[in-house]
């Protein structure tokens, strides 16, 4: 056989072309409807009761993008291309991101638990252990001074328990009051005082650039665990509550049906907005759900509700969108839905 270079040469250049499509990473992120598993596998009350249908937690994919995935996102509907410097945080890597992503996931089956086991009159019970730094944004106010694992103790002198705490006092001052922040650093307490400033492009948020998280011990009877693996985020605070809650009581909140939605809860009960519910939407679809509880938030124009009803109606489902506020509005539309059948 004849060796031809030319042959070869387009060979080779045909290979260096789809190497660099399918392997150069792009700085873009791409977002993509995920899956709608049910949770039975995932969150477990020991001896809990057995339900006909499923609760469904609902995710995104996403990525960073090659070649190949940004041109097909591009033309793809309900695929979602941004810039990788938008996604991530200035001044947090990707891996300080999805820690305080998965310590999200953290402090929403905290919550979800909370709610539940009030709801069931379960017993329940909550140390609060202080106010931990998760991560610090670099050439921001706190870079230099404060360190992830710090445990806030008190600012201005004020003792602070809760994360919601320290938040609310921070409102209350502008930009460029200075605040004494007094933390724990391996068994030894420092005070640094600290400028407060504005977050880059958020004309109205400031803060010291920190990443903050409530350090709860919360004990239940009977016993609760979950394996949620790699899903990181707070959306999941919802269907965590309504599953925990439909295995804590004899009544089949299901009815028989598959159960989904999203929203992000807090330990009053409240659902919040969540981002990329289009996809969720599409996610539930696929999966052959019959209803998806979306966050409302209290009617507010372009709420999750209003864009999750609009992608039910785009894309032609059967699945029934339903606003929620709150975790006590879900559970009486369940109670109120008559059983398969």
Known sequence: MRFNKRGMFSAIIILIIAVFLVSYRLPYYIYKPGGADALNPIVEVADGYKS???MHLVTIRGGQ????QYLLASIRPYQEIQPIDEVFPEGIS??????AQLQMMENSQEASTVVAYQAAGEEI????KGIYVVTVIREMPADGKLKAGDRILRIDGEEMETSDQMIDYISTKEAGDKIEVTVNRDGEQITESIELELFPGQDERIGIGIQLVTDREVEVEP???FASGNIGGPSAGLMFSLEIYDQLTEEDMTK????????????EGEVGRIGGIDKKVIAADQEGCDV????????AENSNYSVAKETAEEIGTDMKIVPVDTFQEAVDYLNEMQSIG
């Open 52 to 54: 006909e249908g499923d």
């Open 65 to 68: 993008a090659t070649p190949l």
């Open 94 to 99: 990707q891996d300080e991101y999805f820690d």
């Open 125 to 128: 019970e909550i140390e609060y």
């Open 223 to 225: 016993a609760l665990s």
């Open 256 to 267: 028989g049906y598959q159960i989904a939605g999203t929203g992000e809860i807090n330990y």
């Open 292 to 299: 998806f509880f979306a966050p409302n938030e209290n009617g």
